[in-house]
């Protein structure tokens, strides 16, 4: 059944859909002690929500006192007492809140489905509430939670009487009779409340409760929900159009997050490639490196060319066999030689170097004098970098039988043989 509507929403809605039409029993089915009373087709299609109307002769009630229980405890007493109180075989109960106290109809759940079914109710989809959920049964005294006056008050039924006594803001008993009660039924009702009995204890007049635009309480099987239908629909409205704005961030997401995964295989892909370049390029290099040193190998100068010419710019500059060809050191670009004086005193540094700095392939000649040592060191042009090849190459090349001394006999033997020619030009001058 669907609920009213609470106060945040009824003032959203139009009046037409607030549910406030008056209510009217005729247009659903009533359970009296009589019988069942259906409504008619007519009756049954003006009402939105028809339900299954149980008469205060249907059902049994009980009182439960919750002044004294904590507010957010309360649910648990209902519960507590909805179990241990079962009047029936099978018993459903419906609970009517109010200020401090709680009403708990009881009725057998049996006997009624077996009206429903007789009277071609759907016992499924109809609910059932009873008359107390639906009566506007309040006074003053009950409205006011801190008057400690009780009070009581008689009501007209649907089918019968119903006696209320109202004391501290909430109902402290309650009963029904079939027929108007007595005095002395009034009297035995007051003191069965604690009520002090006065002279004038007699049957008030019965008073027409009013009807309620929608039944109060709930099922003690269900939940204890004030949310009505229309709130739901109202809610479930919301959460779709807020559904959207984040189903859409949520395919945003969902895209970002696959081109990322995109960009990190990109990005795997491209170090792998350039893993290989980088491989490539190293060996590339190497080559590179080896060719280069193979090169500068194949582009080194004789050695003993290189010894016969300085032989031969050093015997311009002493007498025969006054010089002797010592250790020498030949690398890539330079050439280290020692100069031992055999006789008498070496020729001066500086001109030993000018003798040697004439040959175009010498450069930064150095010459130091060690007693009768000369320590010369000689920077080589590379071949082909100048006319110093070219030099080099036309200097008179003897006929050197290589593999018949060591290097350094035949180099001695070059020196003397040029020392013996030089001193054999000189007799002859």
Known sequence: MQKRLSGWLKFLTPANLRGDRPFSVDEHFRQTRQGVIAPSATA????????????????????????????????????????GWSPFSATDHYIVPSANSAIICAWDREATKALMLESGANATQIRVVPESALRRF??????????TKDSAALYRAEDGFVGIVYGSGRIVAEQWWPELPTDSNWRNFLRSTGQQETADSVAPSAISAAWLKEPVGYLADQANDSTSQRELLVVLALAFLLSIPTVWYANEVRQLFSLKRDA????????KDLDVALNAREQALSEQQRATQLLELFGQPDPLQLLLLVANLLNQNATAGALQLGEW??????????????????????????????????????????????NITIRLVKPGSGQGADSASATPKPELKKAELPARQFVAQVCAESTSANAADVRAT
């Open 44 to 83: 049954a299609a003006q009402s939105r929500n028809t339900f299954w109307l149980l008469s205060r002769g249907c059902y049994a009630v009980k009182i439960l006192e919750l002044a004294a229980v904590p507010q957010a405890k309360r649910n648990d007493a209902i519960r507590l007492a909805v179990a």
């Open 138 to 147: 309040e006074t003053s005294d009950l409205a006011n939670a801190e008057s």
């Open 264 to 271: 990190v295989q990109r990005l795997a892909a491209t170090e």
């Open 329 to 374: 050191d030949l690398r890539p670009q330079q050439l280290k030689f020692t100069i031992v004086a055999t006789s008498g005193v070496p020729p001066a540094a500086t001109s030993l170097v000018k003798a040697l700095e004439l040959e175009p392939s010498f450069r930064d000649v150095e010459a130091r004098t060690d007693g009768s040592r000369v």
